[in-house]
């Protein structure tokens, strides 16, 4: 008897020895980190994301409910460039995680390593409209931006769990194949559409747009995050109907009665785009599909 | 088989002494060059990336499988030491501000129209409030929130927020508004109205609770999957209309539990209850309160900029040692996000009050249109009823101007 209980007292304490090394536990501000960091770290990281696709990422209630998640997170990913200024620093200070305060090596904002367009070059004020005094933060959706939140967030996980830095970057270099290979499918898919003139609601694609060589010629927003005028609704009809522009893209989360009655007015197609990693019901469930629902809706559009 | 002369081994010597020294230089020389080249090489394509980057990077022929970080800072440079040069650092000017704290002012204007039982101007100032914040170090932020009113300039709040403690909590040390309640809580251009309702202003106090002392937070892990948070407060006890101090020990207590949890992703609830206990404002005999506060607020998270509805109520009981009878007060209201920038809020307001050892109920009602030109700005029209005593009725109009500059902290849920 005494023999069967000290057996099972060993075979506890082995089994607590052997267990697996806890997953590292991730939040990220937006969907996107998560899928790109579920890339590299697989089952060895648990990550969720703050904000869903579907909404607008400046605009995230600051919840008490994210406040559980924060408190015991292992690493904090964020978009930066004051994206996430509106709701992340309370939810931070409440969080009562001191690992995952900016500076600390559980904060990892991934855009100080991509690269980032529309930085202002003069000083910025609100006249300018909601504008982002550091560049614009839609930057994730350029693939080769992608690879570099991978690479960094590779190098993050590397840092916090040792042990398995060999899998993160086995599964890295995989990422990175994987990207390429969609990269050039995507490329050769707009390839006929390239110079191609459209319009878009907010300024959201830059760094996509500018990827697949796609002209963004006027935003439905007269500024960043001001809604449009009359009168600046009147000339983009025009500025469209003189440079024949024939799609208007929009998010998800805007309201498609303006830019549906420009379209209708211009003779041009509305379609919604998904800036984010489960944007859409269906089909955007990570990032390659994403955009592989993106590429096809934008074809279909520009094919008129 | 030739035999070497003396000569020829003393010529070979000689070489051999001469030569290979010669030689080692030279081979010394090559790898340095080499290194010079391969560095040359390193900079030129430190260079082109650069370039590359500058023209943007997609012109670089590169596959994405071989895309680096853009990284502001240069490789080292891996020259001896004999070969450094002065680095051009180029003048910062906006620099020496960084470490300034944010920065902002909202101003209220506040016009008046109709009855007017609380002697308002037709335009006033409301308030201006100047708000500064930064982190103190890294365990701590700095907040202060000056509030200008056509009577007086008061530090609204200005504390230390102790944000890195352990065991859960988090702290703050210096004048706070109490974590009583909601609407207590909020600064002037928070609130989703003109006024402040009756409850707040009989049992709160006019300027609200707010006291210099120290709060103390910490959350409470539950099965539930909710956020449960307790608050303790202490504070020096003096708030202008509803608590006092006689002698030192008269301090002010204050304790708050927050319970909240998502119902769906576009909805949750919140619940509170609160308690503070104190001195009467002359100095003897106590004053408690306790309270419960409930909020719903409802937000699609595909449509949030468009529609949302919060609905409040809070309900307040005091017990006053110098009055025989309880007192109670609530107020319930309804805002609603009818488009992008309009608001529709309705409110109904009860409060008790004493006179002469016989006690008194007012009553209000309001309603109000909120319109945002823009997150930094907003202007609201509301309408009040306001029934006192029972009897005779006031009615006014409030249109409120909020307009704020420069960089405001967020504010939490």
């Known amino acids: ?304 | 088989m030739t035999r070497r002369g003396p000569i020829s081994r003393a010529f070979l010597f000689l070489f051999l002494v001469i030569a290979l020294p010669a030689a080692a230089q030279e081979e010394d020389r090559i790898s340095r060059l080499e290194q010079k080249l391969d560095e040359l090489l390193r900079q030129a394509s430190a260079i082109r990336e650069e370039l590359n980057a500058l023209r943007g990077g997609t012109e670089a022929a590169q596959t994405l499988s071989e895309v680096e970080l853009v990284t502001p800072d240069s490789p080292p440079s891996a020259t001896s030491l004999a070969d450094v040069q002065t680095v051009d650092n180029q003048a910062s000017p906006g620099a020496a501000k960084a470490l300034n704290p944010d920065m902002s002012v909202v101003g209220t204007l506040l016009s008046h129209a109709g009855d007017n039982f609380e002697e308002r101007a037709p335009f006033a100032l409301d308030e201006v409030e100047v708000a500064l914040e930064a982190f103190i170090d890294p365990y701590a932020k700095g907040r202060f929130f000056i509030a200008v009113t056509p009577e007086e300039v008061d530090v609204e709040e200005g504390y230390a927020q102790f944000v890195t403690l352990p065991w859960g909590l988090t702290a703050k040390a210096g004048k706070t508004k109490a974590t009583f309640g909601k609407a207590n809580t909020w600064h002037t251009h928070n609130r989703p109205w003109a006024d402040q309702p009756l409850m707040v202003t009989r049992f709160l106090g006019e300027e609200g609770l707010a006291d210099v002392g120290v709060s103390v937070s910490r959350t409470i892990d539950n099965p539930f999957g909710a956020f449960i948070e307790a608050t303790g407060e202490v504070y020096s006890g003096d708030v202008e209309g509803t608590f006092g101090r006689g002698a030192d020990n008269d301090l002010l207590y204050n304790a708050h539990l927050k319970f909240f949890r998502d119902l769906t992703e576009n909805s949750n609830v919140e619940v509170g209850t609160s308690w503070a206990r104190g001195t009467l404002p002359e100095g003897e005999g106590h004053n408690r309160l306790a309270g419960v506060d409930v909020t719903y607020r409802w937000k699609p998270l595909s449509r949030a900029l468009y529609n949302s509805l919060i609905a409040r109520v809070e309900a307040i009981a005091a017990e006053r040692s110098d009055f025989d009878r309880a007192l109670y007060g609530y107020y319930a209201s309804l805002d609603y996000q009818l488009a992008r920038r309009w608001f529709a809020g309705a409110r109904i307001d009860r409060a008790d009050g004493f006179q002469d050892d016989s006690r008194f109920t007012d009553r209000g009602l309001s309603a109000s249109l909120t319109f945002w030109p823009s997150q930094f700005s907003q202007l609201r029209g509301q309408y009040r009823r306001t029934t006192l005593h029972g009897g005779p009725s006031f009615n006014e109009f409030l249109l409120q101007l909020q307009f704020a500059i420069g960089a405001h902290g967020a504010h939490s849920f």
């Open chain 1, 1 to 304: 008897m005494k023999q069967t209980i000290i057996a099972f007292a060993l075979s506890l304490l082995a089994g607590s020895a052997l267990a697996a090394p806890a997953k590292l536990r991730v939040v990220t501000s937006s969907a996107d980190l998560a899928s790109i960091t579920r890339e590299v770290g697989g089952e060895l990281v648990d990550v969720t994301s703050i904000a869903r696709g579907y909404q607008d990422p400046h605009f995230v209630e600051p919840k008490p409910s994210f406040l559980l998640l924060l408190k015991n997170a292992d690493l904090l990913m964020v978009i930066g460039l004051d994206l996430e200024i509106g709701w992340l620093p309370p939810l931070i200070d409440q969080s009562r995680n001191a690992k995952i305060r900016p500076g600390s090596s559980g904060y990892l904002d991934v855009s100080r390593g991509v690269e980032i367009l529309d930085r202002p070059a003069g000083a910025v004020n609100r006249s300018m409209g909601d504008v982002h005094p550091l560049g614009n933060p839609h930057y994730w959706l350029d693939p080769a931006n992608a690879v570099r939140i991978a690479i960094q967030a590779a190098k993050k996980l590397e840092e916090l769990q040792p042990a398995n830095a060999a899998v993160f970057q086995k599964r890295l270099n995989d990422f990175k194949g994987r990207m390429n290979a969609a990269d050039l499918r995507w490329t050769a898919a707009l390839a006929p559409y390239k110079g191609a003139k459209i319009v878009t609601y907010h300024n959201s694609w830059p760094n996509f747009m500018r990827r697949y060589g796609i002209d963004v010629v006027d935003f439905v927003e007269p500024k960043p995050g001001v809604p449009p005028s009359p009168s600046h609704l009147f000339q983009l009809i025009r500025m469209m109907k003189e440079q024949r522009v024939k799609v208007i893209v929009m998010e998800p989360y805007f309201d498609h009665k303006t830019p549906q009655s420009v379209a209708d007015r211009t003779g041009a197609k509305l379609v919604v785009l998904y800036p984010s990693v489960g944007g859409a019901k269906t089909g955007s469930d990570d990032y390659f599909q994403l955009f592989d629902l993106n590429i096809a809706t934008l074809i279909e559009a520009l094919k008129n």
